[in-house]
C-alpha cells in the first residue's frame, strides 16, 4: 500500500518555541491531506483538512494562527505548532488521501511541550 | 466532531477466543471504516464498507453494517497475541473527512 511518512516522530520542545512536523506521501501524489490530534487513550479529532496550493481547512475549535499547515507540494504537508505550551502536548497524525478516497496515514509525532 | 461511539471501550480475551466490538455513528454515512492502532503509533486500515453493503470479510475479520440501527460490527475470529491494539471505527461522507469513534482497546491473552 501507499506510504506516507511523518517526521519527526518525538518531540521535546520548550514552552514558547514552535515546532514543525512534517507529512509525506512517498509513493503517491495527495491532493488532500488531514491532521489529527490524539490525547492519551482517546479517539482521533480531526484538525484541518490541507488541500495542496490553498489555504488549509480548520475545524471548528481549532485556531488557525496557532496550528499552521502548509501543503505546498502534493507530496508535502506541514503543521506547525506556534508558541507551543503544555497543553498543546499530544499525539498529532496525519493522513494523505487518494483520489478514490483511500486514506492512508502517518505514523505520528508525539509531542511534548515542557 | 466525533461521531462514532464503540462499545466496550475495552476488551480482554484469551488468545484463540473470538473479539467482538461495536460501532454506532449518528448520521448518513458514504463508507465505514475499521482501523487498528497500536499502542503510540499512527493507524493501519483493515477494511471498509459500502453504505449498500451488509457484511464484509477480510481474512480472520468480519465486518457487518446495519445502516437502519446505524452500527458496524467488528469481528476477529481466532484471536492472536499479535491484535492486541486499540480497534476505531471512521464513518465518511462525501468529503473524505473521517470522524472516528471512541475506540475499543483489545487485549489478547497468550
Known amino acids: 500500500g501507499a506510504v506516507v511518512s511523518q517526521h519527526p516522530s518525538r518531540v521535546i520542545c520548550k514552552s514558547g518555541t514552535s515546532v514543525k512536523i512534517e507529512c509525506r506521501s512517498l509513493d503517491f501524489q495527495a491532493t488532500t491531506m488531514f491532521w489529527y490530534r490524539q490525547f492519551p487513550k482517546q479517539s482521533l479529532m480531526l484538525m484541518a483538512t490541507?488541500?495542496?496550493?490553498?489555504?488549509?481547512?480548520?475545524e471548528q475549535g481549532v485556531e488557525k494562527d496557532k496550528f499552521l499547515i502548509n501543503h505546498a507540494s502534493l507530496t508535502l504537508s506541514t503543521l506547525t505548532v506556534t508558541s507551543a505550551h503544555p497543553e498543546d502536548s499530544s499525539f498529532y497524525i496525519c493522513s494523505a488521501s487518494l483520489p478514490t478516497g483511500e486514506l492512508f496515514f502517518g505514523e505520528g509525532s508525539r509531542l511534548t511541550v515542557l | 466532531s466525533q461521531q462514532g461511539e464503540e462499545d466496550p471501550q475495552a476488551l480482554s480475551i484469551q488468545e484463540g477466543e473470538n473479539a467482538t466490538m461495536n460501532c454506532s455513528y449518528k448520521?448518513?454515512?458514504?463508507?465505514l471504516q475499521w482501523y487498528r492502532q497500536n499502542s503510540g503509533r499512527g493507524l493501519v486500515h483493515l477494511i471498509l464498507?459500502?453504505?449498500?453493503?451488509r457484511e464484509k470479510h477480510s481474512g480472520r475479520l468480519r465486518v457487518t453494517l446495519d445502516t437502519s440501527k446505524k452500527s458496524s460490527s467488528l469481528l476477529i475470529t481466532a484471536s492472536r497475541a499479535a491484535d492486541t491494539a486499540s480497534y476505531f471505527c471512521a464513518t465518511d461522507g462525501n468529503d473524505y473527512k473521517l470522524s472516528f469513534g471512541a475506540g475499543t482497546t483489545v487485549t489478547v491473552r497468550a
Open positions: 448520521t448518513s454515512i458514504n463508507n
Open positions: 490541507s488541500n495542496e496550493g490553498s489555504k488549509a481547512t480548520y
Open positions: 464498507i459500502r453504505s449498500n453493503e
